[in-house]
């Protein structure tokens, strides 16, 4: 949990979370935006949280389903792939809008919480102990340093990017810091942030290390058998130089590897190396931190804070000069070069997609440059989603008739296979009926932020809620030919909803449990207070006919509402125990301080709502209303306001099955168990 807290990261800031599954980080950073606004305001800012699993991927975008936040993006690359999206010059001269600040994506803060062999976690995985070995670490170290190089080039200037490994192994920790700051050469800086958390026990980073191989030690490069130098790179030591390389014949020499053991460890008699033989570090990595289990009963970590200065050295500079500068950095010829360099150069070679006519950018150090070509994506390209040729949605409306031919068809074809597009919710009659229905107020930004992912509107299930800072980040990715792979986005604020009664609700929608807080201060129709002998009956019982609540004016409202979905408040000063509502469902509680009038009619009772209160979505049908929130939630939830236990519910009147009055679209019944009583 530590890593965040050295990003610094405010309200507005456009963060990266680069390795973000299973997404503690996440969740902590999206806190940390949302904390100092104002409760139920959105925040400028956002976070993109990045993992290559798809698997874990999906625990993440669990994870933060908690939140009912509007302001992420959840993606699926490979972190040290992350795409650029920048517009390329080419597009801009075509007529594709180009603001200076909205032509690349680039961001606030990156948190680089990178894979790592977790030796960090021994206390909590014992299994680690068996499983270890140095091989790990040596094996991660490049994979690592290009992740961590990636984001910094994806960082603004004068933005900040935290290192972090749950690991002790300094090939993985100060060896990969010190090559970051030898390949940004003076753009970046390591901070000094000892004066930041001052409560954290942390140990200075290590200047000096030896690397293990196979069961033996290696003071420099130099001791690495040729053999192994493919494995071992020069980067792994502290000074990072390859130079001193022992002769062919002298490294093909055995050093007694042969007797080694399957995971590398001591078979062998380790060689003595004198203290004197280990390099030092030249690079303040004392700023770095180590934190250890046995200063404050801890796991073991490694962070590293890092601020961008100016652009990465490589901006000016043609590929061909990037590429003598690779070489000759290293002082050695071409063919002696580690993979390692070999894929810096390959970054460099990708900036020429464009003719190098065009400044290469940093962002773009390991992307294809998008231009107006590549938005006329290959018809094979698509994504199984795609069906309907019918172009019903039009990203912003814009009349720029390329502009706009490029992102139709992009948005057509989709871009991600077995990823489902992401489409800007344009369809007017829909969103107007649920405005209308809902009296949902104007200042409430409704246009423009809606997303579904489905071509066909008739067929839109799901309709997510983004704020303004997605939404833009969302128009640059089209702009851009879709490069980003969106696994999740937004909020799911509306879902389609029909019922046994027919189709005669007026409106298809109805409001998510995870959307209800962000739009309930703007909800001025379709929504009632209830007592609490009332509520706690909804919850317990799920489905109540009009004439069986206890406060029968409640219940001659509530027949009134229209059929469809309604909103649920429990009255003010009625629950008997304050209560931790938190980890119920966040969406459950974090409501903003907002005056807003029942049944949508002027009154002269009117809710007020803030950070405590609690309601839930119900379903009106012609003679009852069900809560729409799932069993668990409500057990969950009674168990939290009301203390009901076990024992106190076979006190509870007898149940008298009724019939399940709410369905959604995929015919599964939102209430596992709709009863009447
Ligand atoms: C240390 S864990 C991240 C933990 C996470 N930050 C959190 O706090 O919950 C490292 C993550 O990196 C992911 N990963 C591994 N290789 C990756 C790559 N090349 N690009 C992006 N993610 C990667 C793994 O799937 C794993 O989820």
Redesign the pocket.
């Known amino acids: 949990m530590v ?1 965040p807290l050295f990003l610094d990261v405010r309200p507005d800031h456009f963060v990266l ?12 950073l999206l806190e940390i935006i949302y904390k100092s606004m104002g409760s139920g305001l959105l925040p400028d800012g956002m976070v993109i949280a ?4 798809v698997k ?2 999906n625990l ?1 975008i669990h ?1 933060t389903k908690r939140m009912c936040t509007a302001n992420l993006i959840v993606t699926n ?6 795409p650029g999206c920048r517009l390329s010059k080419k597009a801009c001269d075509m007529g594709i809008e180009c603001e200076p600040n909205s032509s690349q994506l680039l961001f606030d803060r990156v ?1 680089c ?4 062999s ?1 030796d960090g976690t021994l206390r909590k995985a014992p299994d680690i102990w068996r499983k270890w070995n140095a091989g790990l670490g040596n094996g991660l170290h490049s ?1 690592q340093i ?2 961590a190089v990636r984001g910094i080039s994806l960082l603004k200037v004068g933005g900040r990017m935290v290192y ?3 690991s002790m192994n300094p090939v993985e920790n100060e060896a990969v810091v010190a090559e970051i700051l030898r390949k940004c050469g003076g753009s970046v800086e390591l901070i000094d942030v000892s004066s930041e958390l001052p409560e954290l026990v942390r140990r200075p980073g290590l200047k000096k290390w030896k690397v293990r191989d196979k069961g033996l030690w290696l003071a420099s490069y130099k001791d690495v058998r040729k053999f192994r130098r493919n494995g071992i790179v020069p980067s792994m030591f502290p000074s990072g130089r390859s130079d001193n390389v022992i002769s062919d014949k002298d490294a093909g020499q055995d050093n007694g590897a042969s007797l080694e053991s399957e995971d590398g460890f001591d078979l062998v008699e380790d060689l003595v190396i004198n203290d004197s033989d280990i390099e030092i570090s030249d690079l303040p990595l004392e700023r770095c931190m180590r934190i250890v289990p046995h200063d404050q009963n801890s796991g073991a970590f490694f962070i590293a804070v890092l601020h961008k200065l100016s652009p990465f050295p490589v901006q000016d500079q043609k590929p061909s000069e990037m590429q003598q500068n690779v070489s000759s950095k290293n002082h050695e010829p071409e063919e002696n070069l580690t993979d390692h360099i070999v894929e810096d150069i390959d970054e460099v070679e990708l900036n020429t997609v464009d003719g190098g006519e065009e400044k290469s950018s940093e962002a773009d150090l390991v992307d294809k440059e998008t231009d107006v070509s590549a938005l006329e994506v290959d018809p094979c390209n698509t994504c199984e989603e795609q069906d309907s040729g019918e172009t019903q949605v039009a990203v912003g409306g814009e009349g720029d008739s390329l502009k706009a031919r490029g992102k139709r068809k992009l948005q057509i074809q989709g871009k991600w296979k077995g990823v489902d597009p992401v489409i800007f919710f344009k369809d007017e009659a829909i969103i107007n009926s649920i405005k209308t229905f809902y009296g949902i107020d104007e200042s409430f930004p409704l246009n423009d932020h809606l997303i579904s992912r489905n071509m066909d509107n008739n067929h839109v299930k799901r309709i997510y809620y983004v704020s303004k800072s997605v939404k833009d980040v969302l128009e640059l990715n089209f702009l851009v030919g879709q490069q980003l792979k969106i696994a999740s986005v937004g909020l799911k604020m509306f879902e389609r909803q029909t019922s046994r009664e027919g189709t005669s609700a007026p409106c298809a929608f109805r409001i998510s449990s995870e959307g209800l807080p962000v739009i309930l201060p703007y909800v001025t129709k379709q929504i009632l207070c209830a007592s609490q002998v009332d509520f706690k009956h909804l919850l317990q019982y799920k489905t109540i006919k009009f004439a069986d609540f206890v406060d029968a004016e409640f219940g001659e409202k509530a027949s009134k509402l229209m059929m469809g979905c309604c909103v649920i408040v429990l009255r003010k000063g009625t629950c008997t125990r304050i209560v931790d509502v938190t980890s119920v469902d966040a969406c459950m509680y974090r409501f903003p301080y907002y005056p807003f009038f029942a049944d949508g009619q002027a009154s002269s009772d009117p809710i007020q709502v803030d950070a405590s209160t609690i309601a839930i979505g119900c379903w009106k049908g012609r003679g009852s209303l069900s809560v729409m929130v799932t069993a668990i939630d409500c057990q969950e939830l009674l168990g939290r306001l009301f203390a009901c236990t076990e024992t106190d519910k076979s006190s509870l009147p007898k149940e008298i099955n009724g019939e399940a009055e709410v369905q959604d679209m995929d015919g599964k019944e939102e209430v596992a168990e709709i009863k009447t009583i």
Do not use: W
């Open positions: 890593p979370d680069m390795c973000a599954a299973p997404g503690s980080k996440t969740f902590q990045n993992d290559l699993d874990r991927c993440l994870q690359h490979e972190a040290q792939h992350f948190l919480d990178v894979p790592c977790g994979l290009q992740i972090s490994t749950c």
